[in-house]
């Protein structure tokens, strides 16, 4: 029987798991700039926009957060082949349906961005959602 070490990872889950930590620090860097915009550049957004943030209160942050640390942990994991992974992003995913549900259906953000702006929350649980699945499918496999 062979041990995790020496089980053979295809060169395909490399590359996704390369971009999914890049998709992930592109999430970090989102966050830190909602997270530390200045008044500024505030200030120059048109009112429905500057409305808009202040209509997210701070625990919306926390899962802001923790949506964008936990895929950047666990995609990290994954390339170190953690058995942790899968749990992280799991709550990862878990912050992000949160954070969404906020910004698509309290803050409304739809009545200020149109309806185009439901496709970058569609496409960031996609990712997180194929993420916790890659993360069991290399626990079966035994690449984490």
């Known amino acids: 029987m062979e041990t995790s070490e020496n089980v053979k990872i295809p060169i395909w889950f490399w590359v996704v798991m390369i971009l999914m930590l890049l998709w992930n620090l592109m999430g970090v860097g989102s966050f830190l700039y909602h997270a530390l915009i200045s008044d500024e550049a505030l200030q120059a957004m048109p009112e429905a926009e500057r409305d808009l943030y202040a209509k997210y209160p701070a625990w919306t942050y926390v899962a802001f957060a923790l949506a964008v640390l936990g895929g950047t942990l666990g995609s990290i994991g994954l390339l170190l082949r953690a058995s942790w992974s899968r749990m992280v992003l799991l709550v990862s995913l878990v912050a992000i349906v949160v954070q969404m549900y ?22 960031v649980v996609l990712v997180a959602v194929f993420l916790v699945w890659l993360a069991g499918y290399a626990q079966k496999r035994g690449w984490a």
Not at 102 to 123: C, N, Q, R
């Open 102 to 123: 906020h910004s698509l259906f309290i803050a409304k953000s739809t009545e200020v961005y149109g309806p185009g702006a439901v496709v970058m929350p569609i496409m």
